[in-house]
């Protein structure tokens, strides 16, 4: 299987389209002002800047990278999030369950290799994708990020997967080695929350998602959620 090569081409567009239970959206400032119109607050976000790779530089390593477990070159794993994993996903164009590829599954570049303009973690297979798994009982409500793709086509597929793997939906949205588009998703409600989402190139490409952001309701949302599951289940 062939791994990483050479960068790719920018392409742009912006919209918003509802399908299932979610909502997608290629517009960030439209995307963080309907989270918090939803009553989410920001509560992550993962750039990959903890690596230690010199300037445009490529590294490959096992998957997964997971919070606070050294993974060279990340000495502390990732740091800016907590509670998801980010690693490869040998399942291609229909990666309905979690698949990593292990060892040698990702592929870390730093600032200056092949277009990249920060450090960013990739699939190290052109045929594998990316999961950012969020656990189950770790959901989020709306997750966002800067997709990225090399040596690939010009767009990334970007799937959501729910409680339980429940498939959700997905768009196609324009990618580039820089991270200049944006996509977000967010759940239509508190009945649904995002489990796992995944980044897949259907050009064969290296993918991934940099700068990658979570929002959860805030603690109020939370109680006002708990106390009326709770008044459902006296009834």
């Given at each position: 299987?062939k791994k990483l090569g050479l960068s790719t081409l920018f392409v742009?567009?912006?919209?918003?389209?509802?399908?299932?239970?979610?909502?997608?959206?290629?517009?960030?400032?439209?995307?963080?002002?309907?989270a918090a119109a939803a009553g989410l607050v920001f509560f992550e976000?993962?750039?990959?800047?903890?690596?230690?790779?010199?300037?445009?530089?490529?590294?490959?390593?096992?998957?997964?990278?997971?919070?606070?477990?050294?993974?060279?070159?990340?000495?502390?794993?990732?740091?800016?999030?907590?509670?998801?994993?980010?690693?490869?996903?040998?399942?291609?164009?229909?990666?309905?369950?979690?698949?990593?590829?292990?060892?040698?599954?990702?592929?870390?570049?730093?600032?200056?290799?092949?277009?990249?303009?920060?450090?960013?973690?990739?699939?190290?297979?052109?045929?594998?994708?990316?999961?950012?798994?969020?656990?189950?009982?770790?959901?989020?409500?709306?997750?966002?990020?800067?997709?990225?793709?090399?040596?690939?086509?010009?767009?990334?597929?970007?799937?959501?997967?729910?409680v339980g793997e429940a498939y959700l939906g997905m768009t196609t949205?324009?990618?580039?080695?820089?991270?200049?588009?944006?996509?977000?998703?967010?759940?239509?409600?508190?009945?649904?929350?995002?489990?796992?989402?995944?980044?897949?190139?259907?050009?064969?490409?290296?993918?991934?998602?940099?700068?990658?952001?979570?929002?959860?309701?805030?603690?109020?949302?939370?109680?006002?959620?708990?106390?009326?599951?709770?008044?459902?289940?006296?009834?």
């Amino acid at each position: 299987m062939k791994k990483l090569g050479l960068s790719t081409l920018f392409v742009f567009f912006v919209a918003s389209v509802a399908t299932a239970d979610i909502t997608w959206y290629t517009d960030q400032a439209e995307f963080e002002a309907a989270a918090a119109a939803a009553g989410l607050v920001f509560f992550e976000l993962e750039t990959f800047e903890e690596s230690i790779l010199p300037p445009a530089s490529v590294l490959g390593f096992n998957d997964p990278l997971a919070p606070g477990v050294p993974n060279h070159p990340f000495p502390s794993g990732m740091t800016g999030c907590t509670d998801w994993i980010y690693q490869s996903n040998t399942l291609g164009a229909n990666p309905a369950q979690p698949s990593p590829q292990g060892v040698n599954g990702l592929a870390a570049a730093s600032v200056g290799f092949m277009g990249a303009t920060s450090d960013v973690v990739v699939s190290n297979y052109f045929v594998n994708g990316v999961d950012m798994d969020l656990y189950d009982g770790a959901e989020k409500w709306a997750v966002g990020m800067n997709p990225v793709t090399y040596v690939g086509g010009t767009t990334v597929q970007v799937r959501a997967y729910g409680v339980g793997e429940a498939y959700l939906g997905m768009t196609t949205v324009p990618a580039n080695a820089g991270g200049t588009t944006f996509v977000g998703v967010i759940a239509a409600d508190y009945g649904q929350r995002i489990g796992r989402v995944n980044v897949f190139d259907p050009g064969n490409g290296a993918e991934g998602g940099d700068n990658i952001q979570t929002w959860i309701p805030e603690p109020a949302s939370l109680a006002l959620l708990a106390l009326g599951g709770l008044l459902i289940r006296r009834r």
